[in-house]
Structure formats: structure tokens, C-alpha cells
């Protein structure tokens, strides 16, 4: 309550010719909350909430910039108080991709979604973000057996098991960092995409971006941990971003098969990651909504393992930690 009184007072100081109502606009996984002000005159602003304990503000204000430039529609810094870890943003709208996405809207959607990306991406510039490297990409996987493997499924590894998980983790990365370099927004999918009427999509949610591997934010987008597509229409998106990717320079890989083997090896490793998260999430954090999407991540992950033969021994570890999935799909 303390906060929310300390967020009344801020905005009646920055806007003291109106009055205002404060709503829940949106919570995410971390300690940052987001309310949206609704002004007499009609206007709407969104207040971020980012506890200066938990959260530091400058980097959403420093990848808020990069986004400006690459000429994205993300939410613009109207004020900001760093001492209390308060920042008032533009208002993109209450609708997030995941609210309305269908067969008929998704292509469109997608379609809009990867441009924006393609933007942001011909942006990038090497040293003004952290590297998405080895040691991170690690650390992130190590997730899954900290937090899936010993706190959800209660189960110790061996040490036959834990070879097979670091030589895993010691191919993906191998793959990821060998892949062309790029800003990464790092959650780049349905929840923190917004419809717009102009300039769509709206991005969110971009505060941990880094400089990394090409295909991360796209294997976000397609491969959702929220929502589930034909693995033909997957396909269908990836093949019109990299076309897009192609005209525009970037650094994809100019065989097709390529491409897709370093999207999916991608996956695998945000895919072993999210697992992690959302255990982490349920453990730790005591927030149980997650516990319903692990099931699409780990179909995700197991597809990938078993489709190319040097992961096929995470899949016969995945068999050996949970009953087999039968899972079907396409082959190369």
C-alpha cells in the first residue's frame, strides 16, 4: 500500500491540473508491477513499479532508446524517478497478442511481428548490450536441473546423467554462438507483444535484451510457451522471416535447413531454460499459473531432441526423468 501511495503522490506532483484513477495494468515474473492512470481528461499512462531492491530501472530506459531508434512502437519514457524505481510510460493498449491471436488474425499478427523484429534487429550495434554468451547461456540452462530436475520431479541425477546434460548444454551452446550476432529482446512473444491500431506490434517487456544469437527472439515468437501452432505453419513463419531476414542483409544462414536446425537448437536451449523458470517460478515464488504451459515447453524441447541425433541422448535422459510422449512430427 505504501508504494501505491508513493505512485498517487508522484504522478499528482508531475500532473498536478488533473485527477486520476489507478488500475492493475499488468504483472510479469519478476517484482515489477504496472498500473494504468486514467486522467480526467481521458488520457491513459502506464506506471511501472520496479522496487529499487529488486529491480533497477536503467536498463528498460537504455533498450527503451535502442527500440526508438531502431523505430519500433515501444512504450516512450515520459518521466522517471530512479530512487524509488518509478517510470511513466506511454500507454500501448490492453490487448496482447495472446488475448486475440486465432487461425484467421495470426498470419497478419506473425507477419507484423517479424518485421518489427527484422527492424530491430538491422539496429544492432555489438557493445552496447551484454553479450549473450557461454557462460549465460549456462547459467540459464543450469535452471533445468536445479530447479525441474532436484526441486520438481525430486530427482538426483547420476553422474552418467549430469555427462549427458553438460555435453547437451556444451553442443547447443557450440551451435548458438557459432550463429550470426544481434540484439535479442529475449522474451519476444504473445504476452508482451500489444495490437495496435498504428505501428504494430507494441513491445514489452524488454529490459533484459542482450547481443546475441539471430534466431532466439524468433524461436520466442513462433515456438510460444503460451499458445501452440501446426509445426507446417511454424515453418511457413520461419521461412517468410528469413526470406525477410535474407533481402535485408542479416546474418542468416543462406541454406534453408541450416536456418531451421540452428531456430530449433535455439529452442531447445530457451526450451530446457523455461523449464527451469517456471519450476523456480512455482517453487520459490509460489506462482502456480506456469505450471499449466510446462507440458507445450517440454513437447517443444522433446521434438527437438529427437529429430536431431547428437541431442537424442537428452531425449533418453528426458525418457528416463518422466514417462515417454509419444510425439509426432516433421522430419530432416
Known amino acids: 500500500m505504501q508504494r501505491l501511495q508513493q505512485i498517487e503522490a508522484w504522478l499528482k506532483q508531475l500532473h498536478p491540473e ?50 526508438e531508434e531502431a523505430g519500433v512502437n515501444a512504450p516512450k519514457i515520459l518521466a522517471q524517478d530512479l530512487e524509488r524505481g518509478f517510470l511513466l510510460l506511454t500507454d500501448l493498449g490492453g490487448t496482447t497478442y495472446l488475448a486475440v491471436l486465432n487461425q484467421a488474425n495470426a498470419t497478419q499478427l506473425y507477419r507484423d511481428a517479424c518485421k518489427a523484429l527484422v527492424s530491430i534487429q538491422l539496429a544492432s550495434k555489438k557493445g552496447v548490450l551484454p553479450d549473450y554468451d557461454a557462460a549465460l547461456l549456462t547459467r540459464e540452462m543450469q535452471l533445468f536441473p536445479d530447479w525441474y530436475v532436484a526441486r520438481h520431479l525430486g530427482v538426483t541425477l547420476t553422474p552418467s546423467q549430469q555427462a549427458v546434460i553438460k555435453q547437451t548444454f556444451d553442443t547447443l551452446n557450440a551451435n548458438i554462438l557459432a ?144 514417462p515417454k510422449q509419444t510425439i509426432t512430427g516433421m522430419s530432416f
Open 179 to 322: 550463429q550470426g550476432q544481434v540484439t535479442v529482446h529475449r522474451d519476444y512473444h504473445s504476452r508482451n507483444l500489444m495490437v495496435c491500431d498504428e505501428q504494430n506490434p507494441g513491445i514489452l517487456d524488454f529490459q533484459d535484451a542482450v547481443y546475441g544469437a539471430i534466431s532466439y527472439d524468433l524461436v520466442s515468437l513462433l515456438k510460444d510457451a503460451y499458445i501452440e501452432w501446426e509445426e507446417e505453419q511454424i515453418l511457413d513463419w520461419a521461412i517468410r522471416y528469413w526470406e525477410d531476414a535474407r533481402k535485408a542483409s542479416l546474418p542468416v544462414p543462406a541454406n534453408l535447413a541450416d536456418f531451421y536446425r540452428d531456430f530449433e537448437w535455439m529452442g531447445a536451449q530457451r526450451h530446457i531454460k523455461i523449464l527451469g523458470i517456471f519450476a523456480r517460478l512455482y517453487h520459490r515464488d509460489g506462482k502456480d499459473g506456469y505450471l499449466k504451459d510446462m507440458p507445450l515447453v517440454m513437447k517443444y524441447l522433446r521434438k527437438t531432441c529427437e529429430r536431431y541425433s547428437e541431442l537424442r541422448p537428452m531425449l533418453r535422459l528426458l525418457d528416463e526423468l518422466e
Open 18 to 67: 488533473q485527477t486520476f484513477q489507478l488500475s492493475p495494468a499488468s504483472a510479469d515474473a519478476s517484482f515489477r508491477r504496472y498500473f494504468r492512470a486514467t486522467f480526467s481528461d481521458g488520457r491513459t499512462l502506464i506506471v511501472m513499479d520496479a522496487p529499487p531492491e529488486h529491480e533497477d530501472c536503467r536498463p528498460f530506459i537504455h533498450v527503451a532508446q535502442l527500440l
